[in-house]
């Protein structure tokens, strides 16, 4: 019987061989089912490819030199459990096989080996890989929704790529340089790593270094004694000082007098602050992060920012998408910052029609999430006649249609229905169905296919 895979589900093949012949064998028998392979000859090569988000399996012979099998699956299994491990042996090696098996290693295959055998072993590991990972990132979401706090909302490319990252330095101790247009949160995202991070019930302090004068920023990021200077009548806690043990939001970093970058590049690298008037060094257990809509490399070559503080702050950089490269994100946040006016001005909300939205996601937003909920405010205090107010609302033909195909435009126009389904019936899916005239299964397949999730459209009235 034929079993070989109709299809090759996704992800890479790590195959480790010290056998050239046999290495080249199998990656042409797996290249030639559309297979992605890479051939190492020793253990100790492959490892530093193999982490919890490599999305691939590992195929690899048991008796080689230096490190073997057994010892490259151990190896393996601690730094991913659910990586899939297969295993080739000669039949000597069958019971330690078993044994790898028993202590997590995914299945062994005898040698000679039949193709189609390995194929189908080969299919059924990286389907198990796939769902592993489909896994971990749906419970990161459910987590990320059903905390409490502040929460990033999107699902499109570009905002789940940013959750990643922001998830992957969360407990890190590095500092963090958020980067992104003016409105696009990143406030909002500075509160994130905070109030999900290990220091969340220690404070998070936020100072806008543009919006303080330059004679009084430093006294404020410092603290001073009594006596410090004409008017420091008495000690006076800094913010450094004030966030120990937790997060200090400098926005704007780009607006920081040059004089006082100096000082700042100490206290990232010493952890240390002093008070004006003191001789006192402060020890800090402290993360900063740093927020800035200006390119700083490009302000450091003009003198205009220091670059050894840039470099300092660029140890870990989020880039933050700005509303129109996530057009297909409005009506979530449109819906999210229209339910939260509603709930705070004791105001019904109408939800938006499906041509209404398209005008909403057909826009530049020069003002980014902030135009876009002030919009959605403006709109449940004043009506409809809000969002013909709103600038710069140009024709939506011109600026929507004239890009796309007509099947773009009717795509778009079916997930804006949906979208207004889900928002009208807060996310109930069989009040959706009867509305839209959908059988279950059919309003299922579209929601999966625009990326649409239910839960995205409950009322949430917190912000």
Known sequence: MNTEPTTSPGGPIAYVDDEKYIRDAVRQLLELHDYTVETFDSAEKVLPKLTPEWPGILISDINMPGMDGLALTEHTLKIDRGLPVILLTGHGDISMAVNAIRNGAYDFIEKPFDNEHLLEVVHRALEKRQLTLENRKLKAEVENFAAPGPRILGNTPAIRQMRELIHRVLDTPADILLFGETGTGKDLV?????????????????????????????????GYEAGAFTGADKRRIGKFEYANGGTLFLDEIESMPLTLQVKLLRVLEERQVERLGSNQQISLDIRVIAATKEDL?????????????YYRLNLVTIPIPPLRERREDIPLLFQHFAVVASARHHRELIPLNAESMARLKSQEWPGNVRELRNLAERYVLLGASALNSAPPF??????????QTLQERVEQFERTLIEEALQRHQGSIKDSMVSLGLPRKTLYDKMKKYGLDRRDFISNTGE
């Open 297 to 309: 490399l490009a302000l450091s070559d003009s003198g205009k920012f220091r670059r050894d503080l």
């Open 394 to 403: 140009s024709d939506p033909q011109e600026d929507l249609h004239g890009r």
């Open 190 to 222: 500075a509160r994130y790593l905070h109030d999900h991070s290990a220091r969340r019930d220690k404070n998070f302090v936020a100072i806008n270094c543009g919006a303080l004068p330059e004679s009084i920023i430093e006294s404020e990021l410092f």
